[in-house]
């Protein structure tokens, strides 16, 4: 990807990547190397480095992995993004507190936030989206926040209901019905949407579905279509508001009768 003003101004997205870890940023580097459109033109150790960096480099976005949550974190963040789009790696281990601080990042400005764990195409994903100044995150983040979401608007109830269903359709098959949408999904859509919702990767649906990655976003961009949502983050927010299980139990995936289906 990279950023035309007019077809004689046509640059590489300069990248400056910061991280406390050497191998995290090598790591980093060796994603977004060798990519088109994409120009690294630094790494920072510490917030300090960094600043000074972006100051002489003005580099379109800068990947920031957090090790700290203090007012100096915050207010970097806030700097930086007043001349660059930041995206913000954090480390999210289920607690609320790193839920706080996925949070806190984008109210310091920041655009993107991905875990530390996230995939390759995620983090692919997410950068794209961010390049173009919309907010992007990856799915374990999207989770965590839906999740937030769910617990604030009291949809614990719900949720629990639609887990313990024992009739004899599916939890899938009974959704439908919860509708306000344009078009029906398709029951495989659905299950895809569902384990969106529960914060899967599209390689992770394949495995779980027992089919193709490329089937996988055949079936995403149809369900983004539908929705007439612009990402898979809004697609999840959809799901989650109309009681979507944010998981996927051994005991539903064995009920559903499609599983098998092409």
Request: hydrophobic share 40%.
């Amino acid at each position: 990807m990279s950023i035309c003003r007019s077809s004689d101004d046509c640059k590489a997205v300069s990248v400056l990547i910061t991280d406390s870890s050497p191998l995290f940023r090598s790591g980093i580097r060796q994603s977004i190397e060798g990519r088109e459109g994409f120009d690294i033109v630094g790494e920072a150790e510490t917030l300090e480095h960094l600043i000074s960096l972006a100051q002489e480099k003005q580099p379109k976005v800068v990947i920031l992995g957090l090790s700290g949550q203090n007012s100096e974190v915050w207010e970097a963040i806030s700097t930086l993004a007043d001349c660059s789009q930041v995206l913000a790696i954090i480390h999210m281990d289920g607690t609320r507190e790193t839920l706080v601080h996925a949070l806190e990042v984008f109210l310091a400005g920041a655009v993107g936030c991905i875990d530390r764990l996230a995939t390759e195409e995620e983090l692919t994903y997410v950068l794209n989206t961010v390049v173009s100044g919309r907010p992007a995150v990856s799915s374990a983040v999207a989770k965590a926040l839906i999740e937030e979401l769910l617990r604030l608007q009291g949809f614990g109830a719900t949720m629990g209901e639609l887990a313990a269903y024992e009739g004899s359709l599916s939890v899938l098959e009974a959704i439908p019905h919860r509708g306000n949408r344009k078009e029906e999904l398709t029951t495989r859509e659905l299950e895809v949407l569902e384990l969106i919702a529960a914060g899967e990767t599209n390689r992770a649906i394949a495995g779980q579905l027992s089919i193709s990655e490329k089937t996988v976003k055949n079936h995403v961009s149809s369900i983004l279509r539908k929705l007439e949502v612009t990402g898979r983050t809004e697609a999840a927010v959809w799901a989650v508001r109309r009681g979507f299980p944010t998981s996927v139990s051994p005991r539903n995936q064995a009920q559903s009768p499609s599983r098998n289906s092409p």
